[in-house]
């Protein structure tokens, strides 16, 4: 198992950035693929970012191409989630989440995520 414990979130701008971090607990962390999602009232949860186990396979949402980076640092057992030219629609309350993963340059489904954060809230005001 793994435990999830964000960190980052605030109130920004718009066009400011932010960067989350995801500490994980263990010593199989490089053995994860991990995701960010989030959550914005009344809106369904969307997967906004993935990484690979390696790192060499990254995903983001369309939405986000291009402002956000996803980043991981196995040895410091981190996933990032680099937030610039942040919009209002972008407020949220943003989770990591993990999934075991046997190859290392898969990004699982948004499904198949498992273990999860509790949240961190991103305000970006206009």
């Known amino acids: 198992q793994v435990q999830l414990v964000e960190s980052g979130g605030g109130v920004v701008q718009a066009g400011g950035s932010l960067r989350l971090s995801c500490a994980a607990s263990?010593?199989?962390?490089?053995?994860?693929?991990m995701g960010w999602f989030r959550q914005a009232p009344r809106k369904e949860r969307e997967f906004v970012a993935g990484?690979?186990?390696?790192?060499?396979?990254?995903y983001c949402v369309d939405s986000v191409k291009g402002r956000f980076t996803i980043s991981r640092d196995n040895a410091k057992n981190t996933v990032y989630l680099q937030m610039n030219s942040l919009k209002p629609e972008d407020t949220a309350v943003y989770y990591c989440a993990a999934r075991w993963a046997a190859l290392t340059n898969t990004i699982p489904p948004a499904h198949e995520y498992d273990y999860w954060g509790q949240g961190t809230q991103v305000t970006v005001s206009s």
């Open positions: 990484i690979s186990r390696s790192g060499s396979s990254t």
């Open positions: 263990g010593r199989t962390f490089s053995y994860y693929a």
